[in-house]
């Protein structure tokens, strides 16, 4: 039996596409031009420097075998507060392949350390984490749904994605999993009845 799909992360501030669109964009604007293939590992090496973020690649042992990545809080060499990702090594070797899915993981944590710093600070501090939007099935405020859409945005710049593309060519110009450049494809369909290319390129074409 087919069972309907429901969001599975933490309640945080609503966010919609088009705000995690510009967000994903302008990050990679900043650190990576007039490309399409973004090359996650540098990025994150890039935000670690830049001490937006720290990241730790641990043992494949030291993580359930079900999980591939989180984020945490962490300090700065301030004494700030900072997201802290943490990867298994199995995804940092892969990502550094150019394995799509693993690829996708690392931006997925990238996007939860740019999005929910505060809501990562938010449940340390009440020492609790909301899940109430679950049964009112809120996607717009799910963390999950929120670092998914963030990695498909920042991966597979839409800007760079046209008519002709199909599943095999978004798959191979982004390096993303055929999986993931069907649902991007399903989304965009979706997200054009809104909004046509021209309107696309003046909204963000410097
Ligand atoms: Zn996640």
Not at 48 to 58: K, R, T
Request: aromatic content about 8%; overall charge positive.
């Amino acid at each position: 039996m087919k069972t309907e799909r429901a969001p599975e992360g933490f309640r945080v501030k609503p966010r919609s596409v088009d705000q995690i669109r510009k967000i994903a964009l302008n990050l990679k604007d900043m650190l990576i031009r007039n490309r399409d293939y973004v090359p996650i590992v540098p990025l994150l090496e890039a935000l670690a420097y830049n001490e937006v973020i720290d990241y730790e690649i641990i043992e494949d042992c030291d993580i359930e075998s079900d999980t591939w990545g989180y984020t945490l809080l962490g300090r700065n060499s301030e004494g700030g507060i900072i997201p802290f990702i943490r990867i298994p090594n199995k995804v940092y070797a892969g990502a550094l392949k150019g394995d799509g899915f693993h690829r996708f993981t690392i931006a997925h944590e990238i996007g939860h350390a740019i999005l929910h710093k505060t809501d990562l600070l938010i449940n340390f501090i009440r020492a609790e984490r909301s899940t109430s939007h679950r049964k009112e099935k809120k996607w717009y405020e799910d963390s999950e749904w929120q670092a998914n859409t963030f990695a498909s945005e920042l991966l597979a710049d839409i800007r760079s994605i046209t008519t002709a593309d199909n599943e095999i060519t978004i798959s191979n110009k982004f390096g993303i999993s055929r999986s993931a450049a069907r649902t991007r494809i399903g989304k965009l369909i979706r997200d054009k009845k809104r909004l046509n290319q021209r309107a696309l390129k003046s909204l963000y074409n410097k």
